[in-house]
């Protein structure tokens, strides 16, 4: 079995991948630009990303790849008002809306920064009920194996040894 | 009572789990009891791939059953009175048991009723003390 000639010379030359690159799965547009390092930088990415240029403030230039992306206060879904309108209400999150670089890690199903503002108990707390919880049963149980069995009304089972003879109440069996 | 209370309270006139009989078998019996005889060879029990833990008293009906299904597979039920026959004789073993247990616990008992009494024969018919 062998693919068509025409299809083995698309995978043979690059054709087909400098295709995808460029139209279908291509990071460009939505990659950012580089660390702005003058004014005029510094503005035209403030309007890039819709903002004002003195709310404008870009992640230091520490060569993780931030780029000139603007540095957004740490606000969590779950911080985020539950009663306005917003237009993604699953995300909490107006459309055209910029958002925050670790915005995949704050969704209302995995973590808040600010969860310690909204808990009901301190941390200490729900650290300590966690592991008396887990190792208060654990020790139930593994204490409990020792001090309570169960009633055992009979006597251990008799097993063929040749230095232990058994004797039995039947007549039809052994 | 339950077992595991009385091992605390009274564990002088009760047999503790997993311990083996303090007494002669034949005490107190007219006839002498019946051994128990294993009836099914190490070697037909091998041949037969019989898992060590089934390897006891009914392992001959074990293997009987075992030749029947091969027999008559894949019609198993055929195999209905052999199946019947091993299930009996492992009752039977666990009855033992449990008539040892009780027999075991009345002379615990009685062994301690007559020591507080203080008469020379309390001990008759004990192995251990």
């Known amino acids: 079995m062998s693919l068509p000639r025409a299809v083995i010379g698309m995978l043979r030359s690059k054709t087909i991948y400098s295709i995808s690159i460029r139209k279908v799965v291509s990071h460009e547009p939505w990659k950012p630009g580089p660390y702005p390092k003058t004014e005029e930088e510094r503005v035209a990415a403030a309007k890039k990303y819709g903002l004002l240029p003195e709310e404008y403030e870009p992640y230091p230039d520490d060569g993780l790849g931030a780029g000139d992306y603007p540095k957004l206060p740490d606000i969590g879904q779950d911080s985020k008002s539950e009663y306005y309108p917003w237009d993604c209400p699953e995300h909490n999150r107006n459309f055209g809306e910029i958002m925050h670089l670790r915005s995949d890690l704050w969704g209302s199903d995995k973590g808040d920064p600010n969860y310690k503002e909204k808990a009901r108990f301190p941390d200490w707390q729900r650290v300590s009920a966690l592991f008396i919880a887990i190792f208060g049963l654990g020790g139930l149980m593994y204490s409990g194996d020792f001090l309570c069995k169960r009633y055992a009304k009979y006597m251990p089972k008799q097993w063929p040894q040749d230095e232990l003879k058994h004797y039995t109440y039947s007549d039809k069996y052994f | 009572m339950g077992h595991a209370w009385s091992e605390y309270v009274t564990p002088e006139t009760t047999p ?7 007494f002669d078998p034949h005490y107190g019996f007219s006839v002498p009891r019946r051994e128990k005889k294993m009836i099914a060879t ?10 060590i833990d089934a390897r006891d008293f009914c392992a001959h009906m074990l293997l009987n059953l075992r030749g029947c299904i091969r027999e008559h597979f894949p019609f198993n039920h055929h195999c209905h009175h052999e199946r019947e026959e091993y299930y009996e004789c492992q009752y039977h073993d666990y009855l033992d048991r449990m008539k040892d247990y009780e027999r075991e616990k009345r002379l615990l008992e009685r062994r301690h009723k007559l020591r507080k009494q203080g008469a020379p024969n309390a001990d008759e018919g004990t192995l251990v003390a």
């Open chain 2, 16 to 22: 503790l789990r997993g311990t083996p009989s303090q």
């Open chain 2, 42 to 51: 190490l070697a037909e029990m091998e041949s037969a791939k019989v898992p």
